[in-house]
């Protein structure tokens, strides 16, 4: 009776073991001819039907060369993720090719840190990845390092992503940040603008406006206020991170006594074309810059409109972190629902607008539009992709693609959100500070403290746009009448003489 | 809308409908003018004209005359030599075609008209930019522009074609024969204004409308030759010229 019942399972596992090589050769005959649409779910069913490791390999490569083939890079990256997950050996012949192929598909849609980090738990002999995937490889593993805050061994894997690769500007980025974070200003310098430098195309615009924005802050950080600002105004108007130099480069101009500028900056981030974007800070800088300047009545009315501005937002916010921590895909909706979907923020819409404008955002963004793409070109396959049950294991893939970009999106926001309250509470403290010290008669010791820099960067006279005034400039002057002009924002520039008298300090320039 | 600076109401009724902000560009520094505004902008000038030379072509139209249209085209060269004052130097010619009417008054009612008919005319003016300012359209775009003020001197030519002479079977003296026509110059005052729209860092639009105010001897129109009329008079050429500009 046993024997009988072997004999029928090894007839079985025959006929099954033919089928699949028989699906194997019928689809690889069809993708040679290009038609991938009907390859695909022979290769699947060749898949679901293999016997050995080598079909399923063998069909696992031809079904995501054919999804790929076919336009469906996320669906084909999960086949291409199995493989090489699996990681190089004798027994894994598809793996360099498979990992050459996930490098090439993150390059046109990014993958999603998750996916990568995934792929890459085995550990894998540098060695044994193929040439192509070598900057793919070692720009995530370096990035996975950095996130852990494993900066020596996210310099090792990062420094070996060789020019050339497409992720070789990131890793560069990366590099800067880390030798900044060790001290070693040069090194960021130069990392830096080898990143700007060879980040080329449209799509890395917002990759050398960072490194610009890194650039300006190593400077910042070394007193070399006149660079720093250099590298502020290399930040474009219409970009996110224009309100961002503009903030930080106020900051500079405090620094270094150009107290108008600061306020100019200021005017500019206090327009009403920028209601909704969260710069709490500049009201305290603009009250201590007041106050630098002795106009006491000006200092209480920033500070007043500081918690006018921003009362309403502790409860709520406090309100929204504890009804989205269980589950953080709801609250990637809700930024998500204010950012395209036109919904109010109310009292929290800054900090929603301002966590809208992230990477971590716009990742998880782009991940679940090109998702949603797929699936919609999924419905239009022919029926034997339903028929082999393919589009169902797509779909379900996809499905779960989007929610977990949406779920870790969602975590980093809410951390965001948690770091954005405890920043307010800090803010709002320091501005019973302010208050108080005047109150107390202690303006003198408050000044004292907010003695600024002695930097020979105050010789210099800065007009709008951070830009230093050259010697016969033809300048333009518009005056501020209390009607904002688009064209006008980020040229203003205050014209406050300081009312310290005598004893104060130098008068503002 | 929001303007400063004199010529502003002028600027108001040309401005309806656009947002606009206007500025006085006279010689003492703008710093010094703004120094009781708060909050200023200060960048540097969209269009310098400096040190730089205009060339332009208009296409000009005489506006006044009621019985004929006078059409020219006028090339001019204008030096800047600082942003308000600049010296140009222009030179026109065309032609001109009767109006309905002249024909009519001369069909129906045997009336012939005596014209002056400009031909051509050339002039050296200095120009003074006292506003320079900016619109806003409803589309976001801004168009910046400046208002100029113009005066100088120059020659007009005026076409005398004797048209208006009665001739052959109509005329009393059937030898009466009309003069041959010819064109004749006059010393020429000219004033004016207009603006320019800078539409990228050196081309502008222009238009201007002008004042060509000249004396002529009314013995130059004359049929009779041999008893014209003495004395002078005057005329006036109200020119609109709307062209562009190149600035090098």
């Known amino acids: ?509 | 809308m929001k303007v400063s600076g004199p010529f502003v109401k002028f600027m108001v009724a040309a401005l309806v409908g656009s947002q606009c902000l206007a500025t006085y560009a006279g010689a003492e520094s703008q710093d010094d003018r703004f120094k009781d505004v708060e909050i200023r902008v200060i960048r540097p000038k969209y269009f310098t004209k400096r040190n730089r030379f205009e060339l332009g072509a208009d296409f000009s139209i005489v506006s006044n005359q009621t019985f004929i249209y006078s059409y020219l085209l006028t090339g001019n060269a204008t030096y800047h030599f600082t942003e308000a004052w600049a010296f140009e130097g222009a030179g026109s010619y065309g032609f001109s075609i009767d109006k309905a009417d002249k024909r009519d008054l001369d069909a129906k009612f045997s009336i012939k008209t005596e014209i002056l008919r400009t031909k051509y005319m050339m002039d050296g003016a200095l120009l003074w930019s006292p506003i320079y300012g900016k619109y806003q359209l409803a589309s976001g775009r801004l168009i910046y522009f400046d208002t100029f003020l113009i005066g100088g001197l120059g020659m007009s030519g005026v076409e005398y074609k004797y048209d208006n002479c009665d001739t052959g079977t109509n005329s009393n003296n059937p030898t009466y024969v009309a003069p041959s026509p010819q064109s004749k110059s006059y010393l020429t005052a000219i004033g004016g204004l207009g603006q320019r729209y800078f539409i990228n860092s050196s081309t502008s639009l222009k238009w201007s409308v002008r004042n060509h105010y000249f004396q002529y001897s009314k013995a130059d129109g004359a049929c009779d030759k041999a008893n014209p009329p003495q004395g002078t008079d005057t005329n006036q050429n109200i020119v609109i010229q709307l062209g562009a500009s190149k600035f090098f």
């Open chain 1, 1 to 509: 009776m046993l024997s009988k019942l072997n004999q029928i399972l090894v007839f079985v596992f025959l006929a099954c073991s033919s089928i699949a090589v028989a699906d194997l050769r019928q689809a690889e005959a069809l993708m040679v001819k290009k038609d991938y649409m009907n390859a695909a779910p022979i290769f699947y069913q060749a898949y679901s039907l293999a016997r050995t490791q080598m079909e399923r390999s063998r069909a696992e490569l031809g079904l995501a060369r054919t999804l790929e083939a076919a336009g469906l890079e996320y669906s084909a990256s999960k086949y291409f993720s199995l493989i090489a997950r699996r990681g190089p050996g004798p027994g894994n012949p598809f793996f360099a090719e498979s990992l050459d192929a996930l490098g090439r598909i993150n390059d046109r849609v990014s993958l999603g840190r998750s996916h990568v980090v995934q792929l890459f738990q085995k550990e894998v002999d540098p060695s044994q990845v193929p040439g192509k995937a070598r900057g793919f490889y070692f720009y995530f593993k370096g990035i996975e390092a950095f996130d852990r805050k494993q900066y020596d061994k996210a310099q090792e894997f990062l420094t070996r992503v060789t020019a050339g690769s497409i992720d070789y500007p990131k890793a560069q980025f990366h590099l800067g940040v880390i030798a900044n974070l060790n001290g070693d200003s040069a090194r960021a310098v130069s990392a830096f603008e080898r990143a700007i430098s060879e980040a080329k195309g449209p799509e890395s615009s917002f990759l050398k406006e960072q490194a610009n924005l890194n650039l300006a802050r190593v400077y910042y950080e070394k007193k070399d206020f006149r660079k720093s600002m250099r590298y502020y105004a290399e930040i474009p108007r219409r970009s996110d991170n224009w309100l961002q130099a503009m903030f930080e480069s106020s900051w500079a101009f405090f620094l270094i006594q150009k107290f108008n500028n600061t306020l100019g900056n200021i005017h500019t981030l206090h327009s009403p074309f920028f209601e909704n974007r969260f710069f709490p800070e500049t009201y305290i800088l603009q009250s201590i810059t007041f106050l630098r300047l002795c106009r006491f009545t000006q200092v209480k009315k920033s500070l007043s409109e500081f918690r006018e501005r921003y009362k309403g937002i502790f409860r709520s916010l406090s309100q929204t972190i504890n009804e989205n921590q269980q589950e953080p895909a709801k609250f990637y909706s809700l930024v998500k629902n204010y950012r395209v979907g036109g919904r109010d923020g109310g009292d929290i819409a800054p900090i929603l607008d301002s966590l809208s404008r992230t990477d971590t955002y716009r990742d998880a963004s782009y991940t679940i539009a090109a998702a949603d793409s797929e699936t919609s070109k999924l419905s239009r396959a022919p029926s034997s992709w339903r028929s082999t049950g393919l589009i169902d294991e797509l779909n379900d893939f996809l499905s779960k693609k989007k929610f977990a970009a949406a779920n870790d999106s969602g975590k980093r926001m809410l951390n965001n959100a948690r770091n954005s309250y405890s920043y307010l509470q800090d803010l709002s403290n320091q501005t019973r500070f302010i208050n108080l010290d005047m109150q107390l008669g202690k303006i003198d010791k408050l000044r004292g403290e907010l003695n600024v820099t002695q930097s020979n960067d105050r010789t210099v006279n800065f007009i709008g746009g951070l830009q230093e005034l050259e010697v016969g400039q033809d300048l333009e002057y518009w005056p501020f009448e209390g009607e904002y002009w688009e064209d006008e924002l980020g040229g203003y520039v205050y014209n406050l003489d300081s009312k310290c008298g005598a004893s104060g300090s130098a008068k503002s320039k």
